[in-house]
């Protein structure tokens, strides 16, 4: 039971352009959301975060929104450069939960120079 | 380097055999996880140590998998009895702490294949 969903399994963007990758999730306990990056052969490392309390939080090109009613969140980077190439994962967790983090299967983005 | 560090980075074996997987954290990390990425799949959570208090076993997947974390520092994974659908690649994170779902710092991976 996948509970956080990254449908789209790749993204391609025009380097300059914004990249907008998308994830839903279904539990509406999680509070606290986290975006990795991963490059190949390598464990991922963490990007940016967002507390339930905030709907936006934005670290240089690096911005991501939440919509608690849509349980939805976005990650935007702008501009988009070529080394931002990578797979993309959101994870959730809930704080009455314990230790577990949930991940999604991520988005493959590619930067086109 | 300062990194959590894993070994093997590849390890093929033989369906039935049994497979223990390393991972050093990153120093001074009192909190340790485990997590598998099969193909197509997101990260699923294995297990996590806090300190010295008792593991959250809750998502190892049967009883082939077991993980010891000694002296608080060095974790070994461990999966007996190595069927194919244990492929995956096992990824180690630590962070300093639990407290306010601190950031985890990963590993780079150990690619598993059973044959």
């Known amino acids: 039971d996948q509970q956080v969903k990254q449908n789209s399994p790749s993204l391609s963007v025009q380097e300059g352009r914004i990249s907008i990758l998308n994830c839903d999730y279904t539990?509406?306990?999680?509070?606290?959301f986290l975006w990795y990056k991963k490059y190949p052969a390598e464990g991922p490392t963490f990007l940016i975060s967002?507390?339930?309390?905030?709907d936006k939080n934005e670290d240089g090109r690096f911005t991501v929104f939440l919509n608690k009613s849509a349980k939805h969140l976005s990650l935007h980077i702008v501009p988009s450069q070529p080394g931002d190439s990578a797979v993309y994962f959101c994870?959730?967790?809930?704080?009455?939960?314990?230790?577990?983090?949930?991940f999604g299967t991520g988005t493959s983005l590619t930067v086109i120079p | 380097g300062a990194g959590v560090s894993q070994s093997p980075s590849n390890k093929v074996t033989e369906k039935g055999k049994d497979v223990e997987l390393r991972c050093d954290p990153i120093?001074?990390?009192?909190?340790l996880y485990w997590y598998r990425q099969s193909l197509g799949q997101g990260l699923e959570f294995l297990i996590y140590?806090?300190?010295?208090?008792?593991?959250?076993k809750s998502g190892l997947p049967s009883d082939r998998f077991s993980a010891e974390r000694t002296g608080g520092s060095v974790s070994t994974l461990t999966i007996q009895r190595t069927q194919q659908e244990d492929s995956a690649v096992y990824l180690c994170?630590?962070?300093?702490?639990?407290?306010?779902?601190?950031?985890?710092?990963f590993g780079p991976g150990t690619r598993l294949l059973v044959l």
């Open positions: 140590f806090q300190g010295n208090s008792a593991p959250d």
């Open positions: 967002i507390s339930s309390i905030k």
């Open positions: 994170a630590s962070s300093l702490s639990r407290l306010e779902q601190e950031t985890q710092y």
């Open positions: 539990n509406s306990m999680f509070d606290y």
């Open positions: 994870a959730a967790s809930a704080s009455n939960t314990g230790n577990q983090f949930y």
């Open positions: 120093s001074g990390h009192t909190a």
